[in-house]
């Protein structure tokens, strides 16, 4: 939440666009804040998740080899029961997958986009069967708390 306040103080126009979503959203919603007000916040999702891109909590992932696993391509081999680091920082900063990788830009998860992220670069909850349990309370916890605090609060630096 602090980097996503940091980005916000950083960004004024982004800060201005998420602010105004809300009182729109909370306007429809006559001021009430509840899970149909928090599904109508689709700019706000996209700044939370280029948030996670640029600062992601995990910065590493370690997995075991299940089984044995050549890679494409290579000689390399992978056996059964090797520990494997997933860099999630790196990924999530490489420009071959986020291009200017240290802008912060909500674009990038705009639906035209997000469809456009290349599969296991993307990884701030994990992946698969190992994702984050807490994934969709994380999300609700920051939009709820946004909404309060952003419509009433200015950030700068």
């Not at 800060?15 to 809300?22: A, L």
């Not at 899970?35 to 370690?62: G, V």
């Not at 050549?70 to 997933?86: A, C, D, N, R």
Request: proline share 8%.
């Amino acid at each position: 939440m602090s980097f996503f306040l940091l980005e916000m103080a950083v960004n004024p126009s982004i800060q201005e666009t998420v602010r105004n979503e809300i009182i729109k959203a909370l306007e429809k919603h006559d001021g009430d804040l509840n899970y149909e007000t928090i599904k109508d916040l689709p700019y706000m999702e996209m700044a939370i998740s280029e948030t996670m891109r640029k600062y992601p909590i995990a910065t590493s992932l370690m997995r075991e080899c299940t089984q044995t696993y050549q890679v494409p391509q290579s000689s390399l081999v992978i056996e059964k029961g090797t520990k494997v680091l997933i860099p999630v920082f790196a990924l999530q900063h490489d420009p071959l997958y986020f291009p200017d990788p240290d802008k912060f830009d909500p674009e990038r998860f705009s639906p035209e986009n997000k469809s456009k992220i290349v599969q296991g670069t993307y990884l701030p909850f994990g992946d698969g069967p190992r994702i984050c349990i807490g994934l969709r309370f994380a999300m609700m916890e920051m939009k709820f708390a946004f909404c309060k605090i952003l419509p009433k609060f200015e950030f700068t630096l």
